[in-house]
């Protein structure tokens, strides 16, 4: 209780500092999202205004959270009435109790992992419209350089993939297949990534599943929150993530709803297996799914690790 009360009242002085809240406010803050964090349980929390009624998101900062990489682009973002569409750093990581926080805006409105299960047909059908017209509204936020890990670093994205795919392969899981066979498919993968065409540097948000989709039955609004993984690179490298979100570990509604609806009269997952450039990209995505899964002591959905396999068999014979 008095850890808790000590982050408010830190919470409380950092937004006064900032000047988002006066001085005569006062504060509570509400645990929301309970995360795992180097083997210990941690919460974000709603931060309430109890006399202006605003609400901030007091947003634990796991490390490797690029969001602060992407927020002045999302600045340009609002709607009509100039609400931003997504949330936003207020307040910079800032430190506690051997952890880091952030404050950003608050987005009204319920996750869809919370809710799918009470959705109507109708409302999945304008849940995935929006959500589709939210990617393509990333997609035009532009930037000179192509992105990892907070940083620009290069204009050649065949670079990146390829060392990405040779740091990824070092991991201890594919020890359990055949080194022969990883060898040949990198190779093959670098050759396809070295006679590929790829788009300006174009903001993905790669993390999009149901507890990052936010929906406001009252309002309409359909928003993507948590850029943890939001980087600068090529459109179809953040559709990619897209297609595999619809074998990943998700609810069942979300992927016979929204991913068949998004992909009609686009790219299906079917399609892009036969493009080379695509089958780098799920061969290299499916990889880290593979990665996650391992690390966590979870069980890999199947269809995630066939796909791998197969594109494994199919580029290693090429």
């Known amino acids: 209780m008095k850890a808790c009360n000590d982050l408010c009242s830190l919470v409380y002085q950092k937004l006064v500092e900032q000047n988002i809240i006066s001085v005569q406010e006062k504060i509570l803050l509400n645990p929301y999202h309970i995360i795992n964090l180097h083997g210990k349980w941690y919460s974000h929390y709603i ?32 709607n009509e009435i100039g609400e931003y569409l997504y949330p936003l750093i207020l307040v910079p990581e800032f430190g506690f109790c051997g952890i880091n926080y952030f404050i950003t805006t ?38 000179p350089l192509y992105s990892e890990h907070n940083k620009f670093i290069t204009d050649d994205c065949s670079a990146i993939l390829k060392a990405k795919f040779s740091k990824r392969f070092k991991h201890p899981l594919f020890n359990r297949y055949s080194h022969k066979e990883l060898d040949k498919a990198f190779k093959r993968c670098c050759q396809i990534l070295d006679n590929s065409h790829f788009t300006r540097p174009s903001l993905l948000h790669m993390d999009v ?21 939001a980087r600068f690179g090529d459109a179809d490298y953040g559709w990619t993530q897209v297609l595999l979100s619809g074998i990943n570990a998700f609810s069942e509604e979300y992927k016979k709803q929204v991913v068949p609806c998004m992909t009609k009269g686009r790219l299906t997952l079917k399609e892009a ?11 290299y995505q499916t990889a880290c799914n593979l990665i996650y899964y391992y690390d966590r002591n979870m069980d890999c959905p199947e269809d995630m690790k066939r796909l791998f396999e197969e594109l494994l068999n199919k580029l290693s014979q090429e």
Do not use: M
């Open 209 to 229: 599943k149901p507890a990052n989709i936010i929906y406001n039955s009252k309002t309409g609004l359909v928003t993507l929150i948590d850029f943890e993984f």
């Open 47 to 78: 931060i309430n205004c109890l006399y202006s009624d605003k609400k901030f998101f007091l947003k634990i900062s796991k490390g490797n959270d690029t969001s602060s990489h992407c927020n002045n682009y999302l600045r340009i973002l609002s």
């Open 106 to 143: 608050f987005i009204e409105g319920t996750s869809l992992d919370n809710i799918s299960e009470s959705l109507t047909i109708d409302e999945w059908e304008i849940i995935s419209h929006k959500l589709l017209i939210r990617l393509d509204e990333l997609s035009t936020i532009h930037a």
């Open 273 to 283: 297996l036969a493009i080379p450039k695509y089958q780098c990209y799920i061969f």
